[in-house]
């Protein structure tokens, strides 16, 4: 059993020092703190591996209840950087497995106040984590796959205080969490090398500006950003593979925006502008389906709209592209339509 032990021991020490490695590489090729902070989380649960074989609980509580708040901060980080969330703060919600531990280690006097609970508590939060990851587009399934996987592991780490003095649980749990610690780790080194997280700089180039076209210039508008990490918002599916496309429709489900919620379009094209400004790539952000905002909201409140993303498009450097069906417009509105894009 000891020598199973080591054996578990060494391998899960082993697989989060090399995801901590593309962790980090990650971050150097993206820039996304998110993944610098996922790869220190990963470093300091190779500490508490460490601390485990050396046999100082004290410190592997602590280290563990550091992994847990590190952690659960990273995710926060990955759906900021994903547009999926807003937080000013985020650090503040990562630091209540820490103090946890402290206060478990300072006032506890017995094994489950001092250990057990601040242990279940971190636990918790690495199991949030996950969940925050796997709850990301549905266009991004190494990150929810990495996401249940990571869940499953700090579900199973809550059973620890519970299950730690039955013996015949003590292999089964020590097998089930060597394989998870692999899993989670394989998988979340999986999503961080993956296109859609690195987001390397594109190999086309684009001139930023404004531009108001017909749906006959559409199709080669589409065909010279395939390659290029677009946002666009779409009333009929066009496939921009390295892209991000909702559409807009009155149905509701994921990655669609109600033709009425304008305010939401706005606040994705703004992230999106600074998360590409930072990235030092011109953004392009592709919108179809005109008319039939303007069904829904009417033509002053849409050409407010379109003012204030030509003003984004402005001050990001970015390019806005907006597909216009003439057939639609009288003189009048094409007219004022033109103005805005003058």
Known sequence: MKSLLLAGQVLSLTAKVIVAFFLFRAYRVSGRLSSFHLGVGWVISAIVVLMDVLRMEAFVVVFYALFSSILFYGSLLFLIEEGQIAFKRPWILGLTPFFGAFYGLLLGNTWESRVGIPYGIAAFYVFLAGIMISSTERNFPTARNAGIALALFGLHEMDYPVLRGVEWFAPIGFTLGAILTVLSAYLMARMVLSERFIRKKPKITVEPGIRLITSDDYRNVIESLKEYPVLAFLRKPVEFPTGTVYMITAVGGEMKVHPTNLPRISELVSRYLKEASSRGITGVVVL???????????????????????????VNNAL??????????????RAMLRRIFE
């Open 288 to 314: 179809d389906g005109l008319e039939f905002l303007v069904t829904y909201n009417g033509l002053q409140p849409v050409l407010k709209f379109l003012a204030t993303l030509r003003d984004m498009a402005f």
């Open 320 to 333: 806005l592209v907006v597909v216009l069906d003439e057939g639609s417009w009288d003189e009048r509105e």
